[in-house]
């Protein structure tokens, strides 16, 4: 724990400091995969850690394979107590063609997949370009992740068929909200000129271009399962400002940086497992958070359809493959009141930080477009901020047609390297 948070997290991170467990959900049973899983000064290895101290099968993302093994052994080595079932995913985003390798590979083996983070993200300069001419930020933070939900559809669906609670967590940024409109003309598109003139360094610019389409990503893909009638959860998290590895390298050491990598864990780690995310479509309450536990049965990912207020979900005609589709409208951001309520001491952790969430008015580092709506509405491709929060995104975010021609330009992409390689 970093010594003194601005006055607007002290509530939480005291809260934070309290909880000795800051997660609880079980999760037995379920497949897990979280890339960019191999290094302990960031935030992927400790939400892969959690979720297989939690009893989920994880596969550790990396882009080599020692260094996927060394990340497990350090896992199991921190928690020696426990039977960790941890498996390597090996694969360099940068290269498409290894993210179909790895992903194929792991559909031939596994019978199911509940959980896919995709966390692993660079910040380079866009004139950093791969071989057939991409902007390499682009590539790891969303392109990578795109192929690898395309590639692993067939087996997320069939696991949500077969009763699973199937979720698909995007790791974002704040920073997607200095991105005003897209240009979607040409493959190239989202390439951000190195020359641009702007008070945010082309680098910045191309990062949060990433991390904007991996909220629109979120987006979409909600839209076409709901469509279909899977019942698949697709959202975006802003995981917190953390002193990790990749902030340190980029920033150096900063007064703004008031958590630690595992401590904004937390926010993803909500994202893909707490019950009610799923169940009510709306913050935890206390009646709820206390009924929840491993004896209470309701971890088992029971299912129901995503909150009405997204348009209804249908499971009358189901489908097999994840298609586009005009989709449900999202719900309106404010579907009812705060959970509110006390602890639970089965689950101090989830509950009081939520509790102290329901607080917080801003994000460190938020622009005047983004920012937390009221701490209610639903999660299904939600934006969501510190301490399980639903963020207010911008006009563009929120975009079905622009999420749309994204989707059909990501396909084309994608599909044009896959061939060239
Ligand atoms: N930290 C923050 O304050 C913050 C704020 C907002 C959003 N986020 C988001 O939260 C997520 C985690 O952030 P972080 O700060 O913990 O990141 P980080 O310190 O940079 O760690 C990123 C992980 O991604 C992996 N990775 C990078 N390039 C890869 C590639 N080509 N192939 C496979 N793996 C690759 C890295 O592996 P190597 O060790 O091999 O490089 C590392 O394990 C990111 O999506 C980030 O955008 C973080």
Redesign the pocket.
């Known amino acids: 724990m970093v010594e003194a948070p601005p006055q607007e997290y002290r509530t939480a991170w005291e809260d934070l400091e309290a909880a000795s467990e800051p997660h609880c959900v079980d999760v037995s049973g379920r497949v897990a995969l979280v890339?960019?899983?191999?290094?302990p000064?960031?935030?992927?290895y400790h939400m892969a850690l959690y979720l297989a101290r939690c009893g989920a099968k994880v596969y550790v993302?990396?882009?080599s394979r020692p260094?996927a093994l060394q990340a497990i052994a350090r896992m199991r080595e921190m928690q020696a107590d426990t039977d960790l079932l941890l498996e390597p995913f090996v694969?360099?985003?940068?290269d498409l063609q290894q993210v179909k390798t790895a992903s194929d590979r792991l559909k031939a083996v596994e019978a199911r997949l509940d959980i896919v983070i995709n966390?692993?993200?660079?910040s380079e300069d866009p004139a950093i370009k791969t071989e057939y001419g991409l902007a390499t930020t682009m590539v790891?933070n969303y392109l990578a992740p795109f192929l690898l939900v395309n590639n692993l559809q067939t087996l997320l669906v069939n696991t949500a068929r077969a009763g699973g609670d199937v979720r698909v967590v995007n790791?974002?940024?704040t920073v997607h909200t200095v991105i005003d409109g897209l240009n979607l003309d040409c493959t190239y598109s989202l390439n951000v000129d190195p020359q641009w003139k702007s008070p945010r360094t082309p680098t910045m610019q191309q990062y949060a271009l990433s991390?904007l389409a991996l909220v629109m990503h979120a987006k979409t893909l909600q839209r076409h399962c709901d469509a279909q009638g899977i019942p698949i959860l697709a959202m975006s998290v802003?995981?917190?400002?953390?002193k990790?590895?990749?902030?340190l390298k980029l920033m150096g050491e900063s007064p703004d940086m008031v958590f630690t990598?595992s401590d904004?864990a937390f926010t993803g780690l909500f994202a893909a497992t707490e019950p009610s995310v799923r169940t009510s479509g709306k913050r935890p309450s206390a009646t709820n958070m206390a009924g929840r536990s491993s004896e209470s049965g309701e971890t088992d990912g029971t299912l129901c359809a995503t909150d009405t207020a997204e348009g209804g979900t249908s499971m009358a005609e189901p489908t097999s493959t994840i298609e586009h589709g005009t989709g449900a409208q999202e719900g309106g951001p404010d579907q009812g009141g705060a959970g509110g309520g006390t602890d639970s001491d089965r689950c101090p952790g989830w509950t009081t930080l939520i509790t102290a969430g329901a607080t917080d008015s801003g994000t460190p580092g938020s622009s005047k477009t983004s920012g937390t709506s009221k701490p209610s509405g639903s999660y299904g491709g939600a934006y969501i901020v510190p301490f399980g929060v639903i963020g207010r995104s911008t006009a563009t975010a929120e975009d079905e047609t622009l999420g749309e021609r994204l989707w059909e330009l990501s396909s084309r992409i994608v599909e044009d390297v896959l061939w060239m390689l």
């Open positions: 890339t960019g899983a191999n290094d000064g960031a935030i992927g993302g990396a882009r260094t694969a360099d985003l940068r966390n692993a993200a660079i790891v790791m974002t940024s991390k802003f995981p917190g400002f953390a990790t590895t990749r902030t990598a904004c």
